[in-house]
């Protein structure tokens, strides 16, 4: 069956431009949740979505990341104002209730 | 705040071999744990879970064993092939939080000889 999508797959960008990525998750899956990996580090608990709940934006590292989730479907994270500190992987999962996560392969953010 | 360590960070064995990567865990709360399998430029996958009810559970040649007393946590692989090459991630969740907030570990490199 399919898999949680993200995309696009790579992504290169000037220095303070906005970027978008998507996730779609598993169908049926209530919850989502995005990291950010860095070269040869571990996952960044970035934010995460549950059915109509508030969404958690604990891990959000500054307020030039948001993320929605419309319909309780996909998602998209926005990166305003790109820094090169930006650049890494950034990974999407959804989960059915107290279910391991099933990742996307990511999105590589490279900023110029 | 928590934080999941890993005590190496490569492993090399040779094929056919038995493989064992370690996890150290600092949140005595932690009642739930995840190991993952990440393969290059992938994401990473689910391998196995243990609950804290439990201190041994065994999967298709991968078995976790969980020591609460010394908060560790351990991914045996059996006859390790090459295929099982890819870094390896612990992840913890402590109760009240929901997997999605696991802490994970920077990895092991697993490297399979042939």
């Known amino acids: 069956g399919a898999g949680v999508s993200q995309s696009p797959s790579n992504k290169v960008t000037e220095k303070g431009k906005d970027v978008e990525l998507r996730c779609d998750p598993i169908?049926?899956?209530?919850?989502l949740y995005w990291y950010r990996q860095s070269l040869g580090q571990g996952l960044e608990f970035l934010i995460y979505?549950?059915?109509?709940?508030?969404?958690?934006k604990s891990g959000l590292p500054s307020d030039r990341f948001s993320a929605e989730r419309t319909g309780g479907s996909v998602s998209t994270l926005t990166i305003q104002r790109t820094q090169q500190e930006d650049s890494a992987v950034y990974l999407c999962?959804?989960?059915?209730?107290?279910?391991?996560?099933?990742f996307g392969d990511g999105t590589r953010l490279s900023i110029l | 705040g928590e934080s999941v360590g890993l005590h190496l960070p490569t492993l090399s064995v040779q094929e056919g071999d038995n493989s064992i990567i370690n996890c150290a865990y600092s949140?005595?709360?932690?009642?739930?744990f995840i190991w993952y399998k990440q393969e290059s430029g992938k994401g990473p996958q689910f391998i196995i879970d243990?609950?804290?009810?439990?201190d041994k559970r065994q999967g298709q040649r991968v078995t976790v064993l969980l020591n609460k007393t010394v908060k560790h946590l351990s991914l045996q692989i059996a006859a390790t092939q090459p295929g099982d090459s890819a870094v390896y991630f612990c992840?913890?969740?402590?109760?009240?939080?929901?997997?999605?907030?696991?802490?994970f570990g920077d990895g092991t490199t697993l490297t399979v000889k042939p």
């Open positions: 992840a913890e969740t402590i109760p009240g939080t929901n997997a999605g907030k696991s802490t």
């Open positions: 243990i609950r804290s009810n439990m």
């Open positions: 169908s049926g899956h209530t919850a």
């Open positions: 979505f549950q059915g109509n709940s508030a969404p958690d």
């Open positions: 949140n005595s709360a932690s009642d739930y």
């Open positions: 999962a959804s989960s059915s209730n107290n279910q391991p996560q099933h």
